[in-house]
Structures are given as structure tokens and as C-alpha cells.
């Protein structure tokens, strides 16, 4: 199917394009599938994107050729789209700001899919009823592995950091990242907005000391050979980490996808922590959403 086909999803008239086109050659992923894919998982995962501004990674073209990011959702979207206007200095297209989707419900969902925008990215805070940034009320870790590290190092490193936070009043939950590595992420609760990095950098400076011969808490790549680098900085309140459950632009159709702590505990390869969209779908019947704890209010971050 390659031409486009009316839609009516919750009441909204979507057009959808190009759904027989191929998104992922070597797994034969098309748009259609794609669209399908969020339909399927937008209960589990709109409540993450709830009042948070996305920034798209778009791939019109298929993962087999450069995409964009994209942030500023005005030039494409219906009049139904919300959209939130957000101050963007330093922008590196030189606009003060730009108007951000927020993608709350089923046919906004939809809407972004059949723009090919194959990656949700979400900042650790959400937007007030005018549009305003509130204070962070999520906590991340981004475990990067640096070659011939792989998801199985940041696994023993996660086990570590959560017994950190734990120690420390908070309740993690964790999820690969779709690509190489992974995230843990706490609710928290915090009137300031540089807080929660704070606090990240001293953990992720904390464990480097403890497990100097597989941790790195400083950004510069030469240091990572082998090791397992806890980026505290995803907590910068200009950055966005990919959303649970969002598709990532790999060779095949994986997914930024939870996990449970058993799972973390046993992983031995990076196939036991590599899941494509249908295996999300699966898991999503059998687990419910294990990223649950996020929606509800969190502590404070201790001093």
C-alpha cells in the first residue's frame, strides 16, 4: 500500500502516506507497520509523554539514510495538535524559541508516526497548563558503553547504582536504551532546576571511585574503552533523553524498552536485553507497563 488512505482515529481525520514504504530494510519494517506499532503501545506510553515536549528523530527516508531532529512542530501539525512554546537560546537554528509537540493521546501519536518520526525524545520535566516549565520530577542515568563494553557491563553497573538509590529512599526502574546501552530513571521531587543533576553527578562520581576499572563519570570519549560511562548531564534541563517504549533508528526495529531488575540481574549477552517492537508489544501483555512508578509523585532528592 503506497498511497494515501483517511482515517479517522478518537474522532481526529488523519491522512496517512507512503504506509508500504520501508523504514528498516533489513527487517522489512514499513511505515504501516510503524503507525501500527504506536497504536498499539500508546496506551503505555502517552502517559510518559504527558505534558512533555518531543523532539522527533525523523527518518522520511528509512533508517538506511541520515535523519533530522526536528522540534518545532508548527509547520506540520493540524490545529489539534497541543503544541507548547518553548525559549530555545543558543538554538542551532537560531530561533528564541520554537513550538514543541506534546503528544498526549492516541491520534497525536499517530500523527507523529506517519511523519516517520521514528524516535520520541523527552525532557525530564513537564509543562504547566500555560505552558510553562515545571521543576524536574524524573531522574535519569544513560549507561554508554564504551567498546568492547556492551549492555551486559552496564547491567553490573546498574545493579550498583540502584542499590545507591535505594540506599537513598528512591525506587528505580530501568529500560534498554534501543540502542547500545541503557537508563535508569527515579521519580523524584525537586524545586530546582539544576537539582537532579546535581546530585547524578555526585552519585555517578561516587560509583567511578568505587569501581574505578568500569566506571567513567567524565564525558571525554578517551577515557571509556571498556567502561561504562554514567552520563549524569541527560538531567540538564536543555537535554531529552528517548522516551520508553519509542522506536529506535537501528538495522532492525528495536525499542527503548523496560525491563525488570531480574532481567538485569541475568543478562549475559546483548541479545537477552535487545527487544524489537513485536517482542515489546509481547511484553507489554505480559508486564503491563514496568515504567509504572514514574507517573506517580516522588520524594525529595536527600541532601
Keep these: 500500500m503506497t498511497g494515501e488512505v483517511l482515517v479517522e482515529v478518537e474522532g481526529r481525520r488523519l491522512r496517512l502516506t507512503n504506509l508500504g514504504k520501508v523504514l528498516y530494510p533489513e527487517d522489512g519494517f514499513t511505515k504501516g507497520d510503524v503507525i501500527n506499532y504506536y497504536s498499539r503501545v500508546a496506551p503505555v506510553l502517552t502517559p510518559h509523554l504527558l505534558d512533555r515536549p518531543v523532539t522527533f528523530r525523523r527518518f522520511p527516508d528509512g533508517v538506511g539514510t541520515p535523519g533530522f531532529f526536528e522540534k518545532n512542530a508548527s509547520r506540520h501539525s ?7 512554546t518553548i525559549e530555545t537560546p543558543g538554538s ?11 503528544l498526549s493521546d492516541l491520534p497525536s501519536l ?10 520520541l525524545h523527552v525532557p525530564q520535566w513537564t509543562v504547566g497548563p500555560r505552558g510553562a516549565k515545571r521543576a524536574p520530577d524524573r531522574l535519569v542515568f544513560d549507561l554508554d558503553p564504551g567498546a568492547p563494553a556492551t549492555v551486559v557491563e552496564c547491567c553490573v553497573v546498574a545493579l550498583a547504582l540502584r542499590d545507591a538509590l535505594v540506599a537513598d529512599g528512591l525506587e528505580v526502574v530501568a529500560k534498554t ?22 546530585y547524578a553527578k555526585s552519585l555517578a562520581e561516587r560509583l567511578e571511585r568505587d569501581l574505578p576499572n568500569l566506571v567513567v563519570s567524565r564525558m571525554a570519549k578517551n577515557l571509556r574503552n571498556g567502561k561504562v560511562f554514567i552520563d549524569w548531564s541527560q538531567n540538564n534541563p536543555n537535554k531529552t533523553t528517548v522516551a520508553p517504549y519509542s522506536l529506535r533508528a537501528r538495522p532492525e526495529p528495536t525499542a527503548s524498552t523496560p525491563v525488570t531488575w531480574a532481567e538485569v540481574a541475568a ?13 515489546v508489544l509481547d511484553r507489554v501483555d505480559d508486564h503491563g507497563d514496568l515504567f509504572a512508578p514514574l507517573l506517580t509523585k516522588g520524594p525529595k532528592l536527600p541532601q
Design 78 to 84: 493540524p490545529d489539534w495538535i497541543r503544541t507548547v
Design 92 to 102: 542551532t537554528t537560531g530561533a528564541e524559541s520554537l513550538d514543541f509537540a506534546l
Design 110 to 119: 499517530v500523527w507523529a508516526a506517519n511523519l516517520a518520526g521514528l524516535e
Design 177 to 198: 536504551s534501543g540502542s547500545k546501552g541503557m537508563q535508569l530513571y527515579a521519580a523524584v521531587t525537586t524545586s530546582s532546576p539544576t537539582r537532579t543533576s546535581d
Design 267 to 279: 543478562c549475559r549477552s546483548v541479545a537477552d536485553l535487545t527487544f524489537t517492537a513485536d517482542e
